[in-house]
């Protein structure tokens, strides 16, 4: 097209693709029945660009109900979904989106690599043999990339899985349970696998029961219970205030009051040597690393004598049932 005409269709494309790119998950008030139980009960969150989220809660909160729905794979009684900017289900979305299911089986009679090609074919993208080698390699079925599938332990089918999920480098990587069947050495290669994903800014929706994983790669967590949102947040929102434990001996005024600089503080005196003092640091997404530091070089110039300094804080674990029992994650929604 050219003339005026033209020329402000060339202008409306270059400011769209000078906008931020969209999120690659928003959903907005989803809600699903089966008969009479409702799974998902009004879910809305979003996962940025390059952003690791969580989503956590106990059997039959829904969880696997919202991930089915934001890939279009079961149609919502309400709500919307955007995928990479696109409607839920939409093609062009699902291929920029890789996808591991909960329940996975692949065709027995297939071999890895055959498993592969057949869902590199099914994404409409076109990534190389090797490339298709490296990314078993990269989920450690290098030498059983000729096997037949039927001959894998759960273990391995799940790493071909991952494999299935990560072959047409997606923009977004949805994980329900990558590790339910793996050995612990298995699941530290997924928390490789997910930071090396995070450093290459892909975004991941990981759906974990093992709550230590998730608070290691997660940026940002969704606590689903009962079809609803509970609570959601970065990990340093919903885990709050950090604690500082220290053992000290010779505390006196001067040093007190510096201990009180850092936050509301507790003496328990067990003189083993010294005595131990919590110090409520305040709750910081953005915490100054020269705190802790800082306040130790400023006790021993008071002529306390420092024999251990602990950071502590509340694991997500901890949260997460404090959440689930008392339902006070109304803070963070
Ligand atoms: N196809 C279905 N037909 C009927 N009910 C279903 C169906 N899928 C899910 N449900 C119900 O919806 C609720 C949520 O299930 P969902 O699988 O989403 O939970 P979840 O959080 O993924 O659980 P889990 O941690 O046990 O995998 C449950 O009560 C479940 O029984």
């Known amino acids: ?9 060339a202008a409306a494309e270059r400011l769209l693709s000078e906008l931020p790119p969209a999120p690659a998950v928003w959903c907005s008030g989803l809600r699903k029945r089966y008969r009479r139980r409702t799974a998902v009960d009004g879910v809305s969150f979003t996962v940025g ?26 149609r919502p009684d309400a709500g919307e979904v955007l995928l990479l ?6 093609p062009q979305s699902r291929a920029r989106a890789g996808y591991l299911p909960e329940l996975f089986r692949y065709q ?10 057949l869902h590199v074919r099914l994404s409409g993208t076109a ?10 390699a990269g989920v450690g079925l290098a030498d059983r990339a000729g096997d037949r599938v039927g001959g894998f332990s759960k273990g391995m089918q799940q790493r071909l899985g991952l494999a299935v999920a990560l072959v047409a480098r997606p923009e977004l990587v949805v994980l329900d349970e990558p590790t339910s069947a793996l050995d ?24 974990s029961h093992l709550i230590g994983e998730v ?25 709050g ?9 010779g505390v006196r005024a001067r040093a007190e009051a510096r201990l009180a600089e850092a936050g509301a503080w507790t003496r328990a005196r067990d003189g083993d040597p010294g005595e131990v003092f919590t110090v409520a640091l305040a709750a910081d997404p953005d915490p100054d690393p020269g705190a802790v530091p800082g306040l130790v070089a400023d006790l021993v110039a008071l002529g306390v004598r420092v024999h251990a300094v602990e950071p502590t804080r509340i694991s997500l674990e901890e949260r997460l049932l404090d959440i689930l029992r008392t339902g006070s994650g109304e803070e963070h929604r």
Not at 1 to 9: F, K, N, Q, Y
Not at 85 to 90: N, S
Not at 219 to 239: H, N
């Open 127 to 136: 990534v190389s043999a090797a490339d298709q080698r490296e990314c078993l």
């Open 108 to 117: 027995p009679w297939l071999t890895a690599a055959e498993v592969l090609r």
């Open 241 to 249: 205030r950090r604690e500082l434990r220290l053992r000290l001996e």
């Open 49 to 74: 660009r390059g952003e690791v989220v969580g989503l956590l809660g106990p059997n039959g909160a829904g969880k696997t109900s919202v991930i089915k729905i934001l890939l279009g794979l079961v």
């Open 215 to 239: 608070e290691r790669v997660c940026d940002r967590v969704v606590i689903l219970d009962r079809g609803r949102v509970a609570a959601s947040g970065t990990l340093a929102e919903l885990l």
């Open 184 to 207: 612990p050495l298995g699941r530290a290669d997924v928390r490789d696998l997910l930071l090396a994903l995070k450093e290459r800014g892909v975004a991941v929706l990981l759906n």
């Open 1 to 9: 097209m050219t003339g005026p005409a033209g020329e402000s269709l």
């Open 85 to 90: 900017g696109r409607p839920a289900g939409d």
